[in-house]
């Protein structure tokens, strides 16, 4: 079953704008990673978030982890149309071995130019 | 640098032949290695898992095996395909150690007719 659930599950602004996508978990985890897919390829690893962690800046991202409310947000500012994708969260279960991650369905977004 | 190379691309089969998929690892040693299916528009199922050669874990009860010959080489296989056994099948590694992110390979379609 999944952990993660993406919210929303698709999502459409213009290129400028901020995209807000929000992951919400069930149970307790050693570190969230956000994800990102392009159609038909495998996915790339953007940011990991430990849980001790509260927020984590990588370039135009910002990822914020609440451990209290089991819930992320993965912010993408200036938004460009290359960032059009679908975007996954993922937990890193505490208590599961070999380092096995438990993927969300994914926030699809769309960029318009 | 690391490298993960996956193999076909995209494969038609008709149901009840056999399936291979191929996964290999460059320019590290002793990765966890790792199995996933993807459903249109949905997110990662974890098929299977090996933290070692010879060692396989799986996590969905199903019409697929997976075998771990050599410490970069993950192969997926099935004796008789299903039309459910269609999807998007991804291979994945991760650094044997804790809060590792996942790389992935490019995938491979597969088509069960």
């Known amino acids: 079953s999944q952990q993660g659930e993406e919210d929303p599950q698709a999502l459409s602004i213009q290129e400028g704008e901020n995209a807000t996508m929000n992951c919400s978990y069930k149970?307790?985890?050693?570190?969230l990673q956000w994800y990102r897919q392009n159609s038909g390829r495998g996915l790339v690893h953007l940011i990991l978030i430990r849980s001790n962690e509260r927020e984590k800046h990588s370039g135009r991202l910002r990822v914020t982890l609440d451990t209290s409310k089991k819930s992320s947000s993965l912010l993408i500012t200036a938004s460009r149309a290359a960032d059009t994708a679908s975007y996954f969260c993922a937990t890193d279960d505490l208590g599961d071995a070999g380092n096995m991650l438990t993927f969300g369905g994914g926030t699809r977004l769309m960029v318009k130019p | 640098s690391q490298t993960i190379h996956q193999w076909p691309a995209t494969l038609v089969q008709p149901v009840g032949s056999p399936l291979s998929l191929e996964c290999t690892v460059e320019g590290t040693s002793n990765p966890n290695l790792y199995w996933y299916r993807q459903a249109a528009g949905r997110g990662l199922q974890l098929l299977f898992y090996?933290?070692?050669?010879?060692?396989i874990s799986s996590e969905v009860p199903q019409n697929l095996s997976a075998s771990r010959p050599q410490d970069r080489q993950f192969i997926l296989s099935s004796k008789k395909l299903l039309l459910s056994d269609s999807g998007f099948y991804l291979c994945?590694?991760?650094?044997?150690?804790?809060?590792?992110?996942?790389?992935f390979g490019n995938g491979t379609r597969l088509t069960v007719t």
């Open positions: 149970t307790s985890i050693n570190n």
């Open positions: 994945a590694w991760t650094r044997n150690e804790g809060s590792s992110p996942l790389h």
């Open positions: 090996s933290v070692g050669i010879g060692q």
